[in-house]
């Protein structure tokens, strides 16, 4: 016997078009994302590079968020007011890069919370000190400065040997990476991270970023920030930080101990709300975030470092 042919009715056949629609446009909203996500695609994001040139590593750069730059920042901070050296630095960020990618995390294996993954059961602090970043950052090298010849050791191993890691290779990775950072935000590395942020409307608090110096940097950076301020432009307000003033980082001197508080604000900016931030002649600026360290010779050419806020 012949068969019947079926075809499908109209309700079917516009149902399924439909399916076939909203698929479509899920996949190029996936596609888009993708391209958006590896492109940069204007979202906001850091940059730390070495200087350009032929020598091994020249032009060698890591990208990374607003949010993983601000915890790096913190981190090498607590490390160098603790009068710890920059390898010690590396190996924190290559350790925080692991544990958490930079992010301070409410989760992990069993109860690890927070940039290094440390357990409160294990006797790192309470589940509120070790979501604290200068809480967590100390107590790593607390552990750390107790390694022997640290600084001598392999950097998976150093690790390894605060972390007790049931994956002790995977710090090795991020080395590279965290040498980077390290170089930068110890200000080793010269106008070599700068970040660009989102538009926003709000205005920061000079009260908050002072704050957050004297969190990061300890009180010994109180003389060089102490007081108000001066009122900047109508639109700012700036906090002059005379480099003298403070202890300097390790033996790079004034200099170096300038672009550790450049780069530490550049990294803080979207956080604080800092919208420019000056220091030897170079100037970087919110509003034009994408052309990195400006020259500027009439900006802080001398052993200050200038932070505006937004007002």
Not at 154 to 174: D, I, M, N
Not at 206 to 218: I, W, Y
Request: aromatic share 6%; proline share 5%.
């Amino acid at each position: 016997m012949g068969g019947v042919t079926k075809t499908a009715s109209p309700v079917r056949r516009g149902r399924s078009l439909r399916n076939a629609a909203a698929l479509a446009v899920l996949l190029a909203l996936v596609a888009y994302v993708v391209v958006q996500y590896e492109s940069g695609g204007g979202a906001p994001r850091c940059r730390v590079h070495t200087a350009e040139g032929d020598g091994p590593g020249a032009g060698t750069s890591y990208e990374l968020s607003p949010e993983m730059a601000a915890n790096a920042a913190t981190i090498s901070a607590v490390g160098t007011t603790r009068g710890m050296p920059e390898r010690a630095v590396t190996i924190a960020l290559a350790t925080a890069l692991q544990e958490s990618a930079l992010r301070n995390i409410r989760h992990g294996d069993r109860d690890s919370l927070g940039l290094f993954q440390q357990r409160p059961s294990q006797g790192w602090g309470s589940a509120q000190q070790i979501l604290d970043p200068v809480f967590s950052a100390g107590a790593f090298y607390d552990h750390l400065a107790k390694v022997p010849g640290y600084s001598r050791l392999p950097l998976t191993e150093a690790a390894q040997r605060v972390q007790r890691s049931g994956f002790p290779q995977a710090y090795a990775k991020h080395e590279p990476d965290a040498s980077l950072l390290s170089a930068a935000l110890t200000g080793r590395s010269s106008a070599s991270l700068t970040c660009t942020a989102a538009p926003s409307t709000k205005t920061g608090d000079p009260a908050k970023v002072r704050s957050e110096l004297v969190r990061s940097f300890g009180p010994e950076i109180l003389p060089a920030i102490g007081g108000k301020g001066r009122a900047g432009a109508p639109q700012s307000a700036e906090l002059m930080i005379p480099v003298n003033a403070t202890r300097a980082a390790g033996t790079g001197g004034a200099d170096r101990r300038g672009w550790e508080l450049a780069h530490w604000a550049v990294a803080k900016a979207e956080e604080l709300r800092i919208s420019e931030v000056s220091f030897g002649g170079r100037v970087w600026s919110a509003d034009e975030a994408d052309e990195g360290w400006r020259s500027a010779e009439s900006e802080s050419a001398g052993g200050t470092v200038r932070i505006r806020i937004a007002r």
